[in-house]
Each structure stands twice: as structure tokens, then as C-alpha cells.
């Protein structure tokens, strides 16, 4: 019922930058919120920054580096500055989604490889 479109993973250098968006589409009513974790190997799934209470929760570690930012109502991007090879994660893409049946749920991307690395 639902698909994500993720991009805007890849290699980068640590200090670069990248761009990872997320578009959502398929029988959805209204779209509540859309945020990010991620996942880095051996370790559990972490949030990244998603919307809360109407402000945004960043992690600690990614205050101040990365935005997120809701394009337009079916889609969300998040401009990651001053990478670091610690950043290097599978980052999955969430949104808080009424489908058309009137049901809500958290649905999850397929996740978008990012490695930061020299």
C-alpha cells in the first residue's frame, strides 16, 4: 500500500557532505511525520532526527551537522554536513502515515547505504 523512493546514499570522504532524500507514495490519506534513523553495522537502529511535539529530535552526535526538512507533504530530505566515518549507516527513512482504509501506521524505507570514508 505503501513505497518509499530513497537516494542520495554513497561514498563520501569524511568532511564531505550528502543528501538523502525519501519520497512516499501508494494509497495514503495523510502523511502525520517523516524522519530517519540509522543502522551501522553490529549496532542497533538509531534515530537520526525525526519530528516531535512539533519540534525536530536530532541525535547528539549529529546536532548541529545534519537537517532535516520536509520538501513537500509526501517527501523529506536530510542535508548531512561534516561527515564522519561514524555516520557510515544503512539510513532508513519513516513516516507516520493514515492510508486511505483509515488506518495509521509507522511504515520504514528499504534503508539507503552511506559510508564515509578516505
Known amino acids: 500500500q505503501v513505497q518509499f523512493a530513497e537516494s542520495g546514499g554513497g561514498l563520501v570522504q569524511p568532511g564531505g557532505s550528502l543528501r538523502l532524500s525519501c519520497a512516499a507514495s501508494g494509497f495514503i490519506r495523510r502523511i502525520y511525520g517523516m524522519g530517519w534513523y540509522r543502522q551501522a553495522p553490529g549496532k542497533q537502529r538509531e534515530l537520526v532526527a525525526v519530528?516531535?511535539?512539533?519540534?525536530i529530535t536530532y541525535a547528539d552526535s549529529v546536532k548541529g551537522r545534519f537537517t532535516i526538512s520536509r520538501d513537500n507533504s509526501n517527501t523529506v530530505s536530510l542535508q548531512m554536513n561534516s561527515l564522519k566515518s561514524e555516520d557510515t549507516a544503512i539510513y532508513y527513512c519513516t513516516a507516520d502515515i493514515e492510508t486511505e482504509d483509515f488506518r495509521r501506521w509507522d511504515y520504514w524505507g528499504q534503508g539507503i547505504q552511506v559510508t564515509v570514508s578516505s
Open positions: 519530528p516531535a511535539h512539533g519540534a
